[in-house]
């Protein structure tokens, strides 16, 4: 069971370029979410969803975009990359319905430097 | 907005002793749940504990255990027989529908051997 898998582990990006981190789970979840951890802070929410073809904005949602196709995946993509978004992204995933909630299940998080 | 805060940035305990953590977080609702995360140096966000703040028992987990004053919106933990292996940056985390969690700024706590 590999649980919440997140890629890549690092990553070196250049100003104004784009990518997207990747993030699947295996447990079908039905709750995913993205944080960003900045050095010596707690983790900030990016965005989340609640569903395939469902997403919502979280504290920090600014320069980022998301997408939920299929219940597995929850890819966040970095546009026009900036150096205030040099951080450690965590992709955490949860099952929510009614009175029943699991904890959430954090993935082992990517390192994102940009220079 | 819900606020958690950690007021401790620092803690160190010798190693087999006790050693308590404190978060304090504001918010108007009456059902939530509240949390503390373990991330050691590998940064994987470990879960130590978690309190329905609808149960008035306080929750344990073998050698973790909190204080959960509901009124003073206080939750604390507490590590007894303390490891080598307990040294980390601990979060104290807050939650309310959606399970959308808000951290508090963490205490990085030091074992001494």
């Known amino acids: 069971n590999a649980g919440v898998t997140q890629t890549p582990k690092f990553h070196i990006l250049k100003i104004g370029q784009s990518m997207t981190l990747q993030c699947t789970q295996d447990m079908n979840h039905n709750y995913m979410y993205w944080y960003r951890q900045d050095p010596g802070m707690g983790l900030k929410l990016i965005y989340y969803?609640?569903?395939?073809?469902?997403?919502d904005k979280g504290e920090v949602p600014n320069g980022y975009n998301v997408s939920r196709s299929t219940t597995e995946d929850f890819p966040l993509r970095l546009e026009l990359a900036a150096p205030s978004q040099t951080s450690v992204y965590f992709c955490?995933?949860?099952?929510?319905?009614?009175?029943?909630?699991?904890?959430?299940?954090f993935g082992n998080g990517t390192r994102l430097t940009v220079t | 907005a819900q606020t958690v805060t950690q007021s401790q940035p620092e803690m160190s305990v010798q190693e087999a002793e006790t050693v308590t953590l404190s978060c304090t977080y504001d918010?108007?609702?009456?059902?939530?749940?509240l949390f503390w995360y373990k991330q050691p140096p590998s940064r994987q966000m470990i879960l130590v504990i978690r309190q329905e703040a609808y149960k008035q028992q306080n929750a344990t987990e073998n050698r973790f255990s909190v204080n959960f004053q509901k009124a003073a919106k206080s939750f604390s933990l507490k590590i007894s027989d303390s490891q080598l292996g307990d040294a980390a940056m601990y979060f104290c985390?807050?939650?309310?529908?959606?399970?959308?969690?808000?951290f508090g700024q963490g205490t990085r706590l030091t074992i001494n051997p």
């Open positions: 955490a995933s949860s099952y929510f319905q009614g009175e029943v909630t699991s904890p959430l299940h």
């Open positions: 985390a807050y939650c309310k529908g959606a399970q959308k969690l808000v």
């Open positions: 918010t108007s609702e009456s059902d939530y749940y």
């Open positions: 969803s609640v569903g395939a073809g469902i997403t």
